[in-house]
């Protein structure tokens, strides 16, 4: 018997609507190393949460930003190898990476022009811009990081308010290739009803390219049950074409 044909007679299956959300490209897992996962414990804890919602590979991507200051490359690397160390120890079978999520701060430039990014796959680079404001920089980065190869992945652009009132602004940085990741908690409404709102609009237009938890603590698993149970998620996954799976091997 073939996998489908085994997950299409078991409709219950997690897998069966998570189908292209096999691997999460954002999360804060590792712990000790940024506003996530505050022990090894809460880490394992995160990780068995997601693979038992049909996730295979972690890609962890703590923050790098002008807010975390000790948090450089070699760092985060070291903090990688121990927390896969870790895992393996603990015998949790899951396949992790590790990247980051840069801000788009004053501080970014310097990384770019060292060369010192953090990516995955084939120099995907996960960045987020701050809430409130869009830095001047950003659309002359955007074009320097393209032009040096980078595929740019923005962060969670339904949480971004002064994008709310302006929905050109999505698609004028889908015509620039920027690649979308929506979170999975903005399926509901714990950030905010525009954030929902903006998430349901990104749906409806098929503009999004990736899943990521963003998952910080274990405090926040009911939510993640909300939104892997809601309607929006089953239609982001069927309508969307999420490209999560790229990244499985
Ligand atoms: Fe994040």
Redesign the pocket.
Known sequence: MGLFSFINKNKSLPQQIKSNYTVDI?S?VIPHIDDGAISTEESNQMIGFMMQNGIRKIIA?P?ISLDFPKNTSERITSHFERFKAKLLKAAIDIGVDVAA?YMIDDGFRTLFEKGDLLTFGNKFLLV?LSGFSQHPDFSALLFELQSSGYHIVL?HPERYTFFHDDLPAYKALKDREVFFQMNLLSLTDIYSSEVNKAAKWLIENQMVDFIGS?MHHQSQFAFYKKAFAGKLFEKLTRTNAIKNNDFLD
Do not use: L, Q
């Open positions: 954002h804060h991507t923050h999520e987020e962060a963003d």
